[in-house]
C-alpha cells in the first residue's frame, strides 16, 4: 500500500475496480512468484513442485507457475486440459482422486502423463483393461495409500483414519499378485496426502518423513520400482489472528534432511511436495464495493455486492469455527478503525457474511473492501450460481499490467445452459 489507497504493483485497486467492475479477485503475479521461489530455492533437486489446481484452477495462474518450474497436479479432466493448455509437459501431470470416470481414465492414457494416482484396487484393475483397450502397454501409475500413523496439525484430515481416499497399508500389503498380474499398468511409485493447512514445520517434516518410510517397506514388500514418492504438502498460509505462517526454510531444511536419507537407499527415486493454497492465497484480494451502511439492533452492517456465493472459504463455509478473513478499506487503508462493521453480501440468506464484526475506518456506500488471502479456493469452491448471481471477474496483475483472466458471467451465461419446455 503506497499513498491514500491500497495498490498492486502500483495500480489504484480503485482504478482496477472502475476498469473490472466489481465483486472482483485480483490476483498479484509477484507474490506467486515470491511464494514459489521460497518453497523452489532451497528443497533438494530431487524433489519437484507440483501446483495443485483444486486451489485456483485459472489458466493463467497455472501458466504463471509453469514458467516457474511447476508441475501440476489435477483431478479432473477439465483441470487436465487446462495444465495442457496452460503448458505443463505431460510428463509434470499427475491426476488423482477416488472416484475417476471411464473418460478422465481415458485423456490420461491418451495424454501420456507422469502416473494416474490408482486410488484402490479396483481402479489399477479398470485402469489396466482400458490400456489394453486402448494398446497401451506402459501405462504408468502410483498408488495412493491411506496410511496409518496419525497426522497433528491438519486443518483437514485425509488420512489416517477411515477415509474414501487410497488404499489403506494394510490391505495393500496383501495384494502383490495383484500388482504383479497387471499386464498394461505399470506401477511405478507411492502416493500419501495425509491433511492440508499445515501450520507447524515439524508436523510437515514428520508426516515426509513417515510417509518414505512407509513407502520403503511397501515397496520392499511388494516388489515394486520406487521412481517416485510424492509425499503431499498441505502447507498452509495464516488467515486468522493469533496465526503465524510456516517457517519455509525450516519446512525445506527437515525435507531436504528426510529426503537426503532417503536417496541413500533410494538413489534413482524423484519426489512430488505438492503446493496449492500456498503458492496462491497471499496472492488474491477479494475486492468489493459497499452498496448501503445500516444498523440493527445495535449492530452495524456494511452490505457489499459480492459474497459468499463467490467467496465461501471467506464466509467460513465448511468450518467448525466461524473465524475472519483479513478485511481492510481499500480506498483509506492507513485511516484508524473507528467501529465494528459486519461485512455482508447481497444474498438473501443469513449466512452470507464475509466478516463478523470487523474493525474498520468509517464505511461509507461506495467505499472498497478488500478481502485478503483469497488467492486460493475464491471461486473454485463457492456456490456461484446461488441466486443467480454468477461469477465474479478475476485478474492478474504482471509485470505492473493488469490482465482480464476471466470475464465475469452474463445473464445468458447463466441462462444459455437451460432449455425452456412449452408447456
Known amino acids: 500500500m503506497t499513498g491514500h489507497q491500497a495498490h498492486i504493483q502500483g495500480l489504484p485497486a480503485a482504478d482496477l475496480a472502475a476498469r473490472f467492475g466489481t465483486p472482483l479477485f485480483v490476483y498479484d503475479a509477484e507474490a506467486i512468484t515470491a511464494a514459489y521461489r521460497r518453497l523452489r ?78 486410488e484402490s484396487l479396483g481402479e489399477l484393475r479398470r485402469l489396466d483393461l482400458l490400456a489394453a483397450q486402448f494398446g497401451a502397454r506402459d501405462v504408468h501409475a502410483m498408488v495412493r495409500i491411506n496410511p496409518s500413523f496419525p497426522t497433528p496439525g491438519s486443518g483437514l484430515a485425509m488420512g489416517g483414519k477411515p477415509r474414501q481416499f487410497g488404499i489403506d497399508t494394510a490391505v495393500l ?9 497387471l499386464r498394461h499398468v505399470r506401477v511405478t511409485g507411492i502416493h500419501a496426502y495425509v491433511g492440508t ?3 507447524q514445520h515439524e508436523h510437515i517434516v514428520h508426516n ?43 519446512v525445506v531444511e527437515g525435507v531436504n534432511g528426510a529426503v537426503a536419507d532417503f536417496v541413500q537407499d533410494h538413489p534413482r527415486c524423484g519426489f512430488i511436495m505438492e503446493a496449492g493454497r500456498y503458492l496462491t492465497a497471499a496472492s488474491g484480494t477479494y475486492v468489493v464495493r459497499v452498496l448501503d451502511v445500516k444498523e440493527s439492533m445495535g449492530e452495524t452492517f456494511a452490505v457489499t455486492d459480492g459474497g459468499t456465493h463467490q467467496h465461501a472459504a471467506a464466509g467460513g463455509v465448511g468450518s467448525f469455527v466461524r473465524r475472519n478473513f483479513p478485511i481492510r478499506m481499500l480506498g483509506r ?36 473492501l478488500g478481502v ?29 499490467r493488469a490482465h482480464l483472466v476471466r470475464r465475469r458471467d452474463t445473464v445468458d451465461d447463466l441462462l444459455s445452459p437451460q432449455r425452456l419446455v412449452e408447456l
Open 41 to 118: 530455492g532451497g528443497l533438494h533437486p530431487a524433489v519437484d513442485v507440483f501446483y495443485s489446481l483444486k486451489a485456483n484452477p485459472n489458466i493463467s495462474i497455472c501458466a504463471c507457475l509453469r514458467s516457474l518450474g511447476a508441475g501440476a497436479e489435477v483431478s479432473s479432466e477439465a483441470e487436465l486440459v487446462t495444465a495442457l493448455r496452460a503448458g505443463v509437459a505431460p510428463k509434470d501431470i499427475i491426476f488423482l482422486g477416488p472416484g475417476k470416470i471411464r473418460r478422465e481414465l481415458e485423456a490420461c492414457i491418451r495424454g501420456g502423463i507422469r502416473a494416474v494416482v490408482c
Open 173 to 181: 500389503r496383501r495384494s502383490r499378485s495383484l500388482l504383479s498380474a
Open 197 to 199: 493447512r499445515f501450520l
Open 208 to 250: 515426509t518423513r513417515s510417509i518414505l518410510a512407509e513407502a520403503a517397506h511397501l515397496a520392499g514388500e511388494l516388489g515394486l520400482p520406487l521412481e517416485t514418492v510424492d509425499f503431499g504438502g498441505g502447507i498452509g498460509i495464516a488467515y486468522f489472528d493469533n496465526e503465524k505462517d510456516p517457517d519455509i526454510e525450516a
Open 333 to 368: 487503508p492507513d485511516s484508524p478503525a473507528v467501529r465494528q462493521y459486519t461485512v455482508t453480501g447481497p444474498l438473501c440468506t443469513p449466512h452470507d457474511i464475509l466478516g463478523k464484526r470487523v474493525p474498520l475506518p468509517e464505511v461509507r456506500t461506495g467505499d472498497l
Open 372 to 400: 485478503d488471502c483469497s488467492g486460493a479456493y475464491g471461486p473454485s469452491a463457492s456456490p456461484g450460481r446461488f441466486l443467480s448471481h454468477g461469477y465474479p471477474a478475476e485478474v492478474l496483475v504482471h509485470q505492473s
